[in-house]
């Protein structure tokens, strides 16, 4: 539908000697006062404004915001672009391709299934650090990447000629946010529309929650469902309630001793503690000119961590300036100098915008910290790490028998021969009452190694991950420091699994100019791949000997990486306490060997004349830093790191793609099938119905996340997707990542809820993807994939109980495709978080929420009783509910009743709802059912 233009605001824009059309925000009365990000969408809705999905209502209800109102307006955001990270976006080209198979069945032409917005996929969460501490350790891990993905690359080339407006970034050349970044990100977008060249402001949703990295940029964008995303793709808005913005205001600058990491944990912290679910965060202020562009990519990257929807930077000479360095065009530069201070979208720091809510940080104030061990928002001061693990260790270890201990100790550490060493253990595994255990174990490697292993042992140190892998003044800071180690005589501890992945190429071109490369590798972290790696889930296995005496043992070692996730389980099975750092930190831990380390008191070891040297000795001088970045960083650089950026290596030109419209399924492949969403889809939806007769699937706590929900890392033989793979004939050593077989609902349908550290309280005491199978008498032990498909046999529905904050974490679209396929048709949680909740409208199941102050705890549910929500079929009336009515019936008859709020929060949201979900009703509009 053309554009309406109800307020006279299209004009024209010269910059140059160019003509552009671009639609005037000064045409809307009360436009101006608007927060930053407010004023993009309100460009986005005079540009799209159509009379029936936008109208002039909504474009004044957003100009008229109250920063005081809570959100209640709908409306309707259609962005730029799309941009995918292959283990989230090879779903959304497997579901593109199925569904150009299901227009062809409902008669329609399957080449209008076609990206209508660009769409632009970076390949960057299938290298794995299988290799690790030695020079050949890149070109091993690309090759065995290519080895065990090759069935997925080959589809996405074949996706790359067969989609109009998708291109894919191949292996091996950085991290999906920084190449947006860096390449990507237009700022100002331009596109010939009806004849005429078109500027608009840049905006996106990406398929992983980390999209948000953007902001920095000035760029408006933020994390979707692959579910959403693929919506967008094909030309449908995002829904969303106009939002509260929270001004975060800034001043002073960051003191020496302290890193971006250390802002960003700060800002985590307090944005967590503050509430800011579902709302923008809009940074103001003074201090902003004083963040330089990586630093508030760096903060923006963190947007998921502390829950808001995006937290933007706005656009100022400190943008100009990245967009030159990193070989933007001078016009494109140009541009976005013109049209944002046309616009008033340039940042004035002296003007004090309206608000619903302040926050505010003297960035001088920032200390030296890291987060976890299993959340980033539970920030540590580094001057407390050594205390804060003691106590959180008592959460990992059990006390042990005293003389199991004096027996092990005298096995480890006989008396007659370190008596000094036994009583320092000895004391150590007393130190406090909260159960700071020790369990020391002795480890001969293969290679000759020996060394003894105990709680707390720092088991991988990875500098990893978009967060920090884009900023120079960390990843610089970590390479100096590495340095004055080197030239002080310290090593890494021999147990530390030490790595290095960037977020693109350019970093190992300035490490390269600056001489800095041969310290980080004499501290074994060599270059391991370009991607996201750690943070992931693709750490890679542990030495064997290392790995068998933390299961024989059960021994709480740790994780140090500079990522943004730390969630229980995520990093690797082997590895229970996991923290996030700054760069330069990540390898202090790797020196220091362990968490049980006060960085103020401990040495790190000694120099050559025996000195203990600290880590205040060889910390980098942030002058020095910077002039360090001054001298190694240029615009070539880039320039010539993305030249070429779509056309890949020769392996990925080699690969045999297959041609045509639709794509070739092959029966025997265990990467990629077709999925059965639209098995047996009429033209016209089915009417929805009332829940009757269900049973509980899983009875969960708070912060259960999508780590929790979703397939990722890796996985054993004996579960149901190890079972599976074997059967179909792929080995153990090849079964590769949950994330990696993304392509393959029978695998992560499998995997979902199988999360090793999920607790379902049906069950006493038991972690991991288990339920009680209520098919069976007495409701014995199972898998829950094999109770869910025992349920599916006996018609009987499934809901899943949870706690708050559920389905925080990344946007992962198999955590709602996974729950949909198992056959759970309503989730009754306290809370949801935004991307989760609406993935699950947009698969067909239904999010209810206790009534306020209740769960299922309160209102006495085991989770052992029969379920049924009335009310639904209201819905097919074309009016949403604000409650159904929840009904459990326990053994013995006796019921309890609530009424549950209906979490459909628009209208847009019920259509996808009515139709059985997002991509049928897309399918539909498509087919022109």
């Not at 759970?824 to 609406?838: Q, T």
């Not at 979900?917 to 399918?923: A, E, F, R």
């Amino acid at each position: 539908m053309s554009n309406v233009d109800s307020f006279g605001s299209k004009g024209v824009l010269n910059v140059g000697g160019t003509e552009y059309e671009i639609f005037r925000l000064n045409s809307v009365e009360g436009a101006q006062s608007l927060p930053f990000s407010l004023k993009v969408l309100l460009e986005n809705l005079l540009r799209t404004e159509d009379g029936a999905n936008i109208t002039a209502d909504h474009v004044r209800a957003l100009a008229g915001w109250d920063p005081n109102a809570q959100p209640s307006t709908e409306i309707q955001f259609t962005p730029a672009r799309v941009i995918m990270q292959d283990f989230t976006g090879v779903p959304c080209v497997v579901d593109l391709a199925t569904m150009r198979e299901a227009v062809k069945d409902l008669g329609g032409d399957p080449k209008r299934v076609n990206p209508l917005a660009p769409a632009e996929m970076v390949i960057d969460h299938s290298v794995q650090i299988d290799v690790f501490g030695n020079a050949g350790a890149l070109e091993r891990n690309m090759e065995i990447e290519y080895q065990r993905n090759g069935e997925r690359y080959q589809f996405l080339r074949w996706g790359q000629t067969a989609f109009d407006d998708f291109k894919v970034v191949p292996p091996g050349t950085g991290i999906v946010h920084q190449v947006n970044i860096e390449y990507l990100a237009r700022t100002i977008m331009t596109r010939e529309i009806e004849g005429k060249l078109r500027a608009y402001p840049d905006t996106c949703v990406g398929t992983d929650s980390h999209t948000t990295m953007v902001n920095g940029l000035g760029v408006l964008g933020w994390g979707v469902g692959g579910i959403e995303a693929e919506a967008a793709m094909l030309g449908q808005p995002v829904s969303m309630l106009i939002p509260r913005v929270v001004g975060f205001k800034l001043t002073g600058s960051i003191p020496a001793g302290a890193t971006a990491t250390d802002v960003v944990l700060t800002i985590t912290e307090m944005l967590r503690k503050h509430g800011v679910v579902g709302k923008f965060v809009e940074f103001y202020g003074e201090g902003v000119a004083q963040v330089p562009l990586a630093n508030r990519a760096t903060i923006g990257n963190m947007s998921p961590e502390f829950g808001s929807t995006a937290a933007m930077f706005p656009i100022d000479d400190v943008t100009l300036e990245y967009l030159r360095l990193t070989g933007r065009s001078e016009e494109n530069v140009a541009l976005v100098e013109a049209y944002t201070k046309e616009q008033g979208l340039w940042h004035d720091p002296s003007r004090e915008l309206k608000f619903s809510e302040y926050l505010e940080l003297d960035l001088s104030t920032v200390v030296p910290s890291i987060a976890g061990p299993k959340r980033p928002q539970d920030r540590i001061e580094l001057t407390h790490a050594k205390d804060q693990f003691r106590k959180d260790l008592g959460n990992y270890v059990t006390a042990a028998n005293e003389d199991a201990l004096d027996e092990a100790l005298e096995e480890s550490f006989p008396a007659s021969d370190s008596p000094a060493m036994t009583s320092t253990v000895r004391h150590s595994a007393a130190a406090n009452s909260n159960g700071r255990q020790s369990k020391p174990v002795p480890v001969k490697t293969a290679d000759g190694r020996e060394f003894v292993l105990d709680h707390g042992a720092v088991s991988i140190a990875s500098i990893t991950s978009c967060t920090n892998t884009s900023n120079p003044s960390v990843m610089l800071a970590a390479a100096l420091l590495a340095r004055n180690a080197v030239d002080k005589g310290l090593t890494s501890k021999p147990w530390v699994k030490t790595s290095v992945a960037p977020g693109s190429k350019v970093v190992t071109d300035y490490y390269e100019k600056s001489g800095l490369t041969p310290y980080l590798e004499k501290l074994g972290f060599y270059i391991v791949g370009y991607g996201c790696a750690t943070c992931i889930g693709n750490s890679g296995p542990l030495e064997t000997e290392i790995s068998e005496a933390v299961q024989a043992n059960d021994l709480s070692v740790t994780a140090v990486l500079s990522g943004n996730r730390n969630f229980e389980g995520r990093i690797n099975p082997d590895v229970k306490m996991n923290y996030l750092a700054s760069p330069p930190l990540v390898i202090a831990y790797a020196l220091a060997g362990s968490m049980d380390f006060d960085f103020e008191k401990d040495a790190l070891g000694q120099d050559s004349e025996g000195n203990d040297v600290f880590l205040r000795d060889i910390w980098p001088n942030p002058v020095e830093v910077q002039q360090v970045i001054d001298s190694s960083i240029d615009e070539e650089m880039f320039a010539k790191g993305y030249e070429g950026v779509f056309d890949g290596d020769d392996r990925w030109k080699s690969l045999n793609t297959p041609e045509g419209d639709t794509f070739a399924w092959d029966s025997q492949s265990t990467y990629v099938r077709k999925p059965p969403y639209f098995e047996g889809m009429k033209a016209q939806p089915e009417p929805v119905a009332d829940i009757t007769g269900a049973r509980v699937l899983a009875k969960l706590g708070d912060s259960v996340t999508t780590d929790h929900i979703s397939p990722a890392g890796s996985f054993k033989s004996d579960t149901p997707a190890g079972r599976y793979l074997l059967e179909h004939g792929v080995e153990r050593k090849d079964f590769n990542s949950y994330g990696s077989r993304r392509g393959n609902h029978e695998v992560m349908i499998r995997g979902t809820f199988a999360n090793i550290r999920i607790k379902n309280q049906l069950l006493d005491g038991v972690e991991g993807g288990f339920t009680r199978d209520f098919t069976q008498t007495g409701g014995p032990q199972a898998y829950i994939y094999d109770a869910a498909m025992n349920y599916q046999a006996a018609g009987t529905p499934l809901v899943v109980l949870a706690g708050k904050e559920y389905g925080s974490g990344s946007s992962r679209d198999w955590a709602a495709k996974g729950t949909a396929l198992l056959g759970v048709k309503a989730v009754v949680a306290e809370s949801f978080e935004r991307i989760h909740r609406s993935n699950l409208i947009g698969m067909g199941v239904l999010p209810l929420q206790f009534p306020a102050g209740q769960n299922a705890n309160s209102l006495g549910l085991t989770g052992e009783e029969t379920f049924s929500v009335e009310g639904v079929t209201e819905l097919n009336n074309g009016t949403t509910p604000k409650t159904l009515k929840v009904t459990a019936t326990a053994g013995d008859g006796s019921t309890t009743s609530f009424d549950a709020v209906v979490r459909i929060d628009t209208p847009g949201e019920a259509d996808y709802y009515r139709n059985g979900g997002i991509l049928q009703y897309v399918l539909r509009q498509i087919s022109g059912k």
